[in-house]
């Protein structure tokens, strides 16, 4: 009985263990090492659209000019990959005023994988990010917001900054295929200083890409100003 009792005892420590790596994992808010940002505090009605993956030969030109018509500014976390294929879509998006992020070079979870590995994927993404000609601070967002103890170690010794977001309305399903009312959520949601997460470089992101707008001028509706990433962690207020 005491056996029985110890190895239920062991799987349940076991199973919550798990259970810990994986909130942790997959927290928007902490991590164990530098610096992570969701949302900037800040008393100005400024918000940062942000784009993953990419960047696409197909829809590349297509959200540039639809956000050039706006005249906002957007942040598009790339993968090392993508605009190694395509590195005349990143030119545009430099020319075309946006800011560049790095989203690895592979799109890979980075859990449970070596330091090497982690500088393979973040390095190699840089430099294609420089080629494309952007010259301000790269920062750094985790390919489907995982992370766990390397990552976030290698970025803190580089002392470079992990982005997530406040705002990711395809990820509930009932919003994600309805244009109108992922907007309408995220227009209702949204507060100064939050960080807008959409896809919009691929076939299957139609929703989104039909979103965008009605995102963009619900927003500005209410007052809000578009700004891209690195510059509304400058209008952060000191704690």
Same mark, same amino acid.
């Given at each position: 009985?005491?056996?029985?009792?110890?190895?239920?005892?062991?799987?349940?420590?076991?199973? %919550?263990?798990? $259970?810990?790596?994986?909130?942790?994992? @997959?927290? !928007?808010?902490?991590?164990?090492?530098? =610096? +992570?940002? &969701? #949302?900037?505090?800040?008393?100005?009605? %400024?918000?940062? $659209?942000?784009?993953?993956?990419?960047? @696409?030969? !197909?829809?590349?030109?297509?959200?540039? =000019? +639809?956000? &050039? #018509?706006?005249?906002?500014?957007?942040?598009?976390?790339?993968?090392?990959?993508?605009?190694?294929?395509?590195?005349?879509?990143?030119?545009?998006?430099?020319?075309?005023?946006?800011?560049?992020?790095?989203?690895?070079?592979?799109?890979?979870?980075?859990?449970?994988?070596?330091?090497?590995?982690?500088?393979?994927?973040?390095?190699?993404?840089?430099?294609?990010?420089?080629?494309?000609?952007?010259?301000?601070?790269?920062?750094?967002?985790?390919?489907?917001?995982?992370?766990?103890?390397?990552?976030?170690?290698?970025?803190?010794?580089?002392?470079?900054?992990?982005?997530?977001?406040?705002?990711?309305?395809?990820?509930?399903?009932?919003?994600?295929?309805?244009?109108?009312?992922?907007?309408?959520?995220?227009?209702?949601?949204?507060?100064?200083?939050?960080?807008?997460?959409?896809?919009?470089?691929?076939?299957?992101?139609?929703?989104?890409?039909?979103?965008?707008?009605?995102?963009?001028?619900?927003?500005?509706?209410?007052?809000?100003?578009?700004?891209?990433?690195?510059?509304?962690?400058?209008?952060?207020?000191?704690?």
């Amino acid at each position: 009985m005491q056996k029985r009792t110890a190895a239920v005892t062991t799987v349940s420590l076991f199973l %919550l263990l798990l $259970l810990g790596l994986y909130q942790l994992a @997959s927290s !928007r808010q902490y991590q164990l090492f530098g =610096e +992570l940002i &969701a #949302r900037v505090e800040t008393e100005q009605p %400024l918000i940062a $659209l942000t784009f993953d993956d990419g960047p @696409s030969e !197909r829809y590349t030109a297509e959200v540039v =000019e +639809l956000l &050039a #018509r706006y005249q906002v500014p957007a942040t598009f976390f790339v993968t090392g990959h993508e605009l190694a294929r395509h590195p005349e879509q990143g030119r545009l998006l430099v020319q075309a005023g946006h800011q560049l992020g790095n989203h690895s070079y592979t799109h890979k979870r980075m859990l449970l994988v070596s330091p090497a590995i982690v500088a393979s994927e973040v390095e190699r993404t840089d430099q294609q990010i420089r080629q494309a000609g952007f010259t301000d601070e790269i920062l750094f967002r985790p390919p489907y917001g995982k992370k766990l103890f390397t990552l976030p170690w290698y970025l803190s010794q580089q002392q470079r900054k992990t982005i997530m977001w406040d705002l990711e309305p395809e990820s509930e399903p009932k919003l994600a295929a309805d244009p109108e009312a992922m907007a309408a959520a995220v227009i209702a949601n949204a507060r100064p200083g939050s960080i807008i997460l959409l896809h919009v470089m691929y076939q299957s992101r139609q929703s989104s890409r039909e979103a965008l707008p009605l995102i963009i001028e619900g927003l500005q509706a209410k007052g809000y100003r578009f700004v891209t990433v690195n510059e509304l962690i400058t209008m952060q207020v000191s704690k």
